[in-house]
């Protein structure tokens, strides 16, 4: 069982930067596709980033493209989102997904970490 706990969110003002962490146990962290899903009040969960472990194929939602990275530790067992350039639509409950084989921007993982608010002002 993959367990994930996020952390580093918090407010930040429009224009500024944020740094999610996601620490992940439970499975070789190295063989597991990582990514970051947000969810707005009111909206669905929808797809920010991911990282295929296989080949460190990256993919971003065209809405962050530019202004995110995502990036792992594999011997922290870590993955990050760095966050610049950050716009009040960014405020949401961000989410940590892993699955050792579904690399896609549905919703579809096996693992998901509880969130960690990111509140953006303008």
């Known amino acids: 069982q993959v367990q994930l706990v996020e952390s580093g969110g918090g407010l930040a003002q429009a224009g500024g930067s944020l740094r999610l962490s996601c620490v992940a146990s439970?499975?070789?962290?190295?063989?597991?596709?990582m990514a970051w899903f947000r969810q707005a009040p009111g909206k669905e969960r929808e797809f920010v980033a991911a990282m295929r472990w296989a080949n460190g194929m990256i993919d971003y939602a065209e809405s962050i493209q530019g202004r995110f990275t995502i990036y792992r530790d594999n011997i922290e067992s870590t993955v990050y989102l760095s966050m610049t350039g950050l716009k009040p639509a960014d405020t949401a409950v961000y989410y940590c997904?892993?699955?050792?084989?579904?690399?896609?921007?549905?919703?579809?993982?096996?693992?998901w970490g509880q969130g960690t608010q990111v509140t953006v002002s303008s």
């Open positions: 439970g499975h070789t962290f190295s063989r597991l596709n």
């Open positions: 997904a892993a699955d050792p084989v579904t690399f896609t921007r549905a919703a579809e993982y096996d693992y």
